[in-house]
């Protein structure tokens, strides 16, 4: 059954809905969202059998005409390897000028985590091939950037190896 709950605030109205009604995954976790410049609004989550397992990937689904769209897989940690990574955290984030960025985390476990980012030129619809991060540089691990006045992006980033 899908619950759905509207709740006026001051300046917004929230709403708290499923994305999907059948599970493309039998587990999920970790979701961010985020507004296009377009004004449609992008979901993603990590989502397999559990996680750390090598089949977990990064969803994607589209708010669009009022409904969600069926969830896609846009990364698999399948990067060019031969090895299969396991997918974590990802985090979305529109900066005010350029394409919208996914970032997210692909390894066996956050002490070797490898940061990864892909663009998307429309509205998160397709996204461009992974790259991977500068070496030591996860991008951000939970909450979205931040963009100051000058257009400087700080991204909130953590690390659990070497203590």
């Known amino acids: 059954m899908l619950s759905r709950q509207m709740f006026l605030l001051p300046d917004a109205i929230v709403r708290s809905e499923f994305i999907y009604r059948v599970p493309p995954t039998p587990s999920c976790h970790a979701s961010t969202l985020a507004e296009t410049k377009s004004g449609v609004l992008v979901a993603s989550w990590f989502g397999g059998t559990a996680e750390s397992r090598p089949d977990v990937g990064i969803w994607i689904s589209r708010f669009i005409q009022g409904e969600w769209t069926?969830?896609?897989?846009?990364a698999n940690g399948h990067e060019g390897g031969k090895l299969k990574l396991a997918c974590y955290n990802p985090v979305l984030f529109q900066p005010r000028h350029?394409?919208?960025?996914?970032?997210?985390?692909?390894?066996?476990?956050?002490?070797?985590?490898?940061?990864?980012?892909?663009?998307?030129?429309?509205?998160?619809?397709?996204?461009?091939?992974?790259?991977?991060?500068?070496h030591g540089i996860l991008g951000p691990i939970k909450n979205p950037p931040i963009q100051l006045a000058g257009g400087e992006i700080l991204c909130p980033s953590s690390s659990e190896g070497h203590g």
């Open 70 to 74: 069926k969830p896609v897989e846009v």
């Open 98 to 134: 350029g394409s919208l960025l996914l970032f997210y985390k692909i390894g066996t476990g956050p002490r070797n985590w490898q940061g990864m980012m892909m663009r998307s030129n429309d509205a998160g619809e397709t996204w461009d091939k992974p790259t991977q991060l500068p």
